[in-house]
């Protein structure tokens, strides 16, 4: 298969879009019929495929190439139209070069920043940390003001007080 990426376009033009063409030049440089310029076309792309400059044909739309012109600031002219089916064919081929690029389902993981954990994976963590903190609270509280051990903790000191105290 003979790689035509590298070959230029050449613009081609329907009788009818032709005609709308030859109004919008102002040069001049365009036969008058459709004819004179398909025949003058056929012969200068059959001398150059003999010399090994092909070109792509590409269809140049009257609509779509005024919209162009306004677009540009540009007036039509035989490089106007060269310009405009060149682009028309570069993004033909950008488009066809893109289909042959196989789509990634996902980026590469080292260009991705982890995910964060969603709300119910970290719950029990949470849960767990509540009901620890409310445990200690809890034994803390009831080594401070359980009555039993408070009076058993009087008691005891009572003792050691006095047991102190006749030594003295």
Do not use: C
Not at 40 to 61: D, L, N, T, W, Y
Request: aromatic fraction near 8%; hydrophobic fraction near 45%.
């Amino acid at each position: 298969m003979t790689d035509t990426s590298q070959w230029p376009a050449a613009p081609v033009y329907t009788p009818h879009d032709y005609a709308l063409i030859l109004k919008l030049s102002e040069v001049g440089d365009l036969p008058p019929t459709w004819e004179e310029w398909w025949e003058s076309f056929k012969a200068s792309e059959i001398e150059q495929r003999r010399q090994g400059f092909p070109a792509i044909r590409v269809q140049v739309h009257a609509g779509k190439f005024k919209a162009w012109l306004r677009a540009n600031s540009l007036s039509s002219s035989e490089q106007t139209r060269q310009q405009f089916a060149q682009q028309r064919l570069d993004m033909k081929r950008a488009r066809k070069a893109e289909r042959r690029i196989p789509k990634l389902s996902a980026p590469p993981s080292w260009t991705v920043p982890p995910a964060l954990p969603t709300h119910w994976t970290h719950r029990p963590l949470e849960v767990l940390a509540y009901l620890l903190l409310a445990i200690a609270i809890g034994s803390l509280l009831l080594a401070l003001f359980d009555p039993i051990r408070a009076a058993r903790g009087l008691d005891m000191m009572a003792a050691v007080i006095s047991t102190r105290a006749p030594g003295r």
